[in-house]
């Protein structure tokens, strides 16, 4: 009888130390979660993407918001990708220019200098 009450408890403790490790394991797996985009597109030579490009080496964007960049003007697939994107926020083509921002965590295109400064100044609260 002693035994068997030893037996049991043995395996009632060790089902126990088995779900907890399962448990334990589980919420402190990092998770596996890619940041949200953020594309900027641009076109060599345009002045109102030289504002934004100044703004952000100015207030060290980079150092502080991950964003991808994207030259338009002469690569083919990153201007097929913006025409994409601007369609997928129901602009047309002859509305789509540069300087052009995606921000994918809100869904939003944002078009022009001044309104994409506005985005960076807002997510780095200057």
Known sequence: MKKTKLILS?????????????????????????????I???????????????????NKVKERISFEEKEVYFNKENSKKLIEIAKGCGL?????????LWDEES????????????FFKEKLNL
Not at 92 to 100: A, S, T
């Open 92 to 100: 047309k083509e002859n509305e789509i220019g540069v300087p052009f």
């Open 10 to 38: 043995f395996f009632g403790i060790l089902i126990i130390l088995i779900l907890l490790f399962f448990f334990l394991q589980k919420s402190f797996k990092p998770k596996n979660q890619t940041p949200a985009k953020i």
């Open 107 to 118: 869904k939003k295109c944002i078009v022009g200098d001044d309104p994409i400064i506005n």
């Open 40 to 58: 900027l597109f641009y076109g060599s030579g345009c002045p109102h993407c030289k504002r934004v490009e100044d703004f952000i080496r100015e």
